[in-house]
């Protein structure tokens, strides 16, 4: 699934092709990705109005229109941007079709069928799903106020860190590599960490991310960002799908197990088990 540096890149290479852009139609292959609204309803919305700005909101893209109206797109497992001077340039799992008025066309495209559309009037936006319950990203985050929130509450790591209401956009691949550099097992619960590494963690969450975001995300199985393009910080990860591989920290193998339903990669001796141990 795209994480927040995936998300930030489309955002990006979206707002330098369709900008101030109007739409001028819509063509939905696939209903079921439009949670809210009919077809018909969903191309009533959105015709005729200019795209004012597009955004982000953790892993949700925002576009902003004209009238108070927003449209929000998550792209969930396989979800794709890709855009053409001609509708002939379809490609296989293209779904949802924007014809825009500077002879240009945006295709969406997504082979698992896992992504959504939402439309939202500016007054409901932030009040109902999908965006109602999401907490911040981690560079507008009080370090202490989080760690109040979670200090007497018995959560893995690893979980909280993939929980969209605490610290937004972190997905499997980073939180790997932010408990890798922050030196703490992913077992480890929130009720253990001391606020100074808690910190820490905050901090290495940021310099992870913007790394990521600066380098265009990581391209490993099923990401490209707008028309293909792949990232490059798959080439700087650390312990992410690098089972049996030597740490490149102490040389110990890379360990893989499940949590929280997710596979998890971590280091057994940089990442010890029970961090107050390793104090």
């Known amino acids: 699934m795209p994480e ?7 955002v990006k290479a979206l707002k330098s092709n369709i900008l101030n852009s109007t739409i001028t139609n819509v063509i939905v292959k696939l209903d079921k990705l439009i949670k809210n609204a009919t077809p018909n309803e969903f191309k009533n919305y959105l015709l005729n109005e200019k795209i004012l700005d597009v955004y982000n909101v953790g892993k949700n893209i925002i576009y902003k229109l004209s009238n108070n109206k927003n449209l929000v797109s998550h792209l969930r497992m396989t979800g794709k941007y890709f855009t053409d001077i001609s509708i002939n340039k379809t490609r296989k ?5 924007f014809e825009l008025d500077n002879q240009m066309f945006l295709f969406y495209n ?61 997905g499997n691949i ?22 100074e590494k808690f910190k ?3 901090s290495n ?20 960002g707008l028309n293909g393009a792949e990232g490059q910080f798959q080439n700087h990860l650390q312990v992410h799908m690098r089972t049996n591989m030597p740490c490149n920290k102490c040389n110990a193998l890379i360990q ?14 940089c990442q010890k088990e029970n961090y107050e141990q390793e104090k």
């Open 4 to 10: 927040l540096p995936e998300v930030k890149t489309v």
């Open 93 to 97: 799992h293209d779904y949802i079709i």
């Open 110 to 170: 997504d082979s698992r069928q896992f992504g959504t559309f939402h439309i939202k009037n500016d007054n409901e936006l932030f009040s109902s799903k999908p965006l109602d319950k999401l907490g911040k990203e981690v560079d507008k985050i009080d370090p202490k106020n989080l760690y109040e929130s979670v200090r007497n509450k018995s959560i893995p790591i690893k979980s909280f860190l993939l929980d969209q209401s605490y610290i937004l956009g972190i």
């Open 174 to 195: 980073y939180a790997n590599e932010i408990l890798f550099l922050s030196k703490i097992s992913p077992w480890t619960k929130t009720n253990k960490i001391p606020y």
């Open 200 to 202: 820490e963690m905050l």
């Open 205 to 224: 969450t940021k310099i992870i991310l913007d790394k990521a975001t600066e380098l265009g995300g990581s391209t490993i199985v099923d990401f490209s």
């Open 256 to 269: 893989q197990e499940f949590i929280a339903q997710r596979m998890t990669y971590y280091c057994p001796i």
